[in-house]
């Protein structure tokens, strides 16, 4: 198989795209495709300060190296979640984004949810019993709450997350399979904001996730390359899984539910649902919108542990 | 004649002579859902497996995470 646009012998092959590439074209094309999606969905500009997510993982990292070539002003946001689990996860987790922080000289936030809220996530999540048994929720809770914190209390005018397609595609199957319309309604490249919120994007949200490990190893981006041990057997795998099949039998099948997603959102698939979108309210105790009145769900589970942790000492 | 084909801890031997596609049809994984590499390159599913060679896979699937991948 050869390079499209110089005939050498390529290294990447993506059906969906009927388009070969060399490493060296390959490393181009990911960067330029990028910016496209960056305009095209009017996510950011490169006068605005971004803030990127970053887990340690290929997507997160890809993300920040391809803002930072392309020339925005993108800082980095980490998050220590405290998950060991005999394999030091969070802790090698960091120590690859902090080197990959220093060999560019980037600036990295990092947010220790212990300290913040006097637990590590696993047993957070025990405390406060949310969850069933596994941290998942508690984890997506305090990131959601702590990345707009970080966002906001620093003056950034926009929160980049590594979604790839292969993750936004199995949020819309599993959002699907339920008529989850509010979720659906939400879901896309661009999340506004709105007082108190800072605008979410993703900027990979059109590469698969095949694509984006191609990156970072043709990159030689070091990542964390053993999953979080809580993901184990999740219901995201699952589904990416399945369409992972499905795309082997017709390529492009991902791709093309995503991008008719969008497309049928745009011309108001949803629209009488926005009617009766719900009213936020600032909580007392962070200043974060909350769909009712009263302490956000962050704040209430904090007051719960630390009240559990008062009584125990 | 026979290859190899490393995912994780897991080793497959496959036949040699035929492209990776197949190879990986062989051992029952979607390609999809890894990216080759042989002696550090990464390579695509046309290419011929040959004998001895030690294809190392690398898994793409990540998840669990609902905010930060």
């Given at each position: ?36 999606f960056i305009r095209k969905y009017r996510m950011f500009t490169r006068q605005e300060r971004v803030l990127v997510a ?9 993300l920040?190296?391809?803002l930072?070539?392309?020339?925005y002003q993108a800082d980095?946001l ?66 959601r709450h702590?990345m707009n914190r970080i966002a906001r209390d620093l003056g950034y005018d926009v929160l980049a997350t590594g979604h ?22 939400r879901q896309g490249p661009v999340l506004p904001e709105e007082p108190g919120l800072a605008r979410k994007v993703k900027p990979l949200c ?74 936020l ?7 974060q919108p ?24 | ?66 905010e930060?991948?």
């Amino acid at each position: 198989m050869k390079c499209r646009k110089c005939g050498e012998k390529a290294a990447i092959n993506m059906p969906q795209h009927r388009l070969a590439l060399c490493k060296e074209h390959f490393l181009e094309w990911v960067p330029e495709q990028t910016e496209r999606f960056i305009r095209k969905y009017r996510m950011f500009t490169r006068q605005e300060r971004v803030l990127v997510a970053v887990s340690g993982g290929k997507d997160s990292l890809s993300l920040w190296d391809i803002l930072w070539r392309l020339g925005y002003q993108a800082d980095g946001l980490y998050i220590a979640l405290g998950i060991d689990e005999g394999i030091s996860y969070s802790a090698e987790s960091q120590r690859l984004t902090e080197k990959f922080a220093a060999e560019r000289g980037l600036k990295l936030h990092i947010v220790d949810v212990e300290r913040e809220t006097g637990f590590p996530i696993p047993l957070l999540a025990q405390k406060s019993l949310r969850g069933q048994g596994k941290p998942c929720s508690v984890c997506g809770l305090v990131k959601r709450h702590e990345m707009n914190r970080i966002a906001r209390d620093l003056g950034y005018d926009v929160l980049a997350t590594g979604h790839n397609l292969d993750d936004e595609a199995a949020v819309l199957f599993g959002n699907t399979l339920n008529w989850a319309v509010e979720y659906l309604l939400r879901q896309g490249p661009v999340l506004p904001e709105e007082p108190g919120l800072a605008r979410k994007v993703k900027p990979l949200c059109r590469f698969y996730e095949r694509e984006m490990t191609a990156y970072a190893l043709m990159r030689g981006i070091e990542y964390i390359y053993e999953e979080c041990p809580f993901a184990v057997g999740s219901t995201s795998i699952y589904y990416k899984e399945l369409l992972n099949r499905l795309e082997n039998e017709r390529p492009g099948a991902k791709l093309t539910f995503y991008l008719s997603f969008l497309e049928a959102r745009e011309k108001g698939l949803f629209r009488e649902q926005t009617q009766v979108r719900q009213t936020l309210h600032p909580c007392p105790s962070c200043g974060q919108p909350t769909s009712a009145p009263g302490l956000c769900a962050f704040c209430r589970m904090v007051e719960k542990v630390s009240e559990k942790k008062a009584l125990a000492s | 004649m026979t290859a190899k084909l490393v995912l994780r801890n897991r080793e497959y031997e496959v036949k040699s002579g035929q492209t990776l596609r197949s190879a990986l049809k062989e051992a029952g994984i979607l390609p999809e859902s890894v990216i080759a590499t042989r002696q550090g390159e990464v390579i695509t599913e046309d290419e011929i497996v040959r004998e001895g060679d030690v294809i190392k896979l690398i898994a793409v699937i990540s998840g669990g995470a609902e905010e930060m991948p």
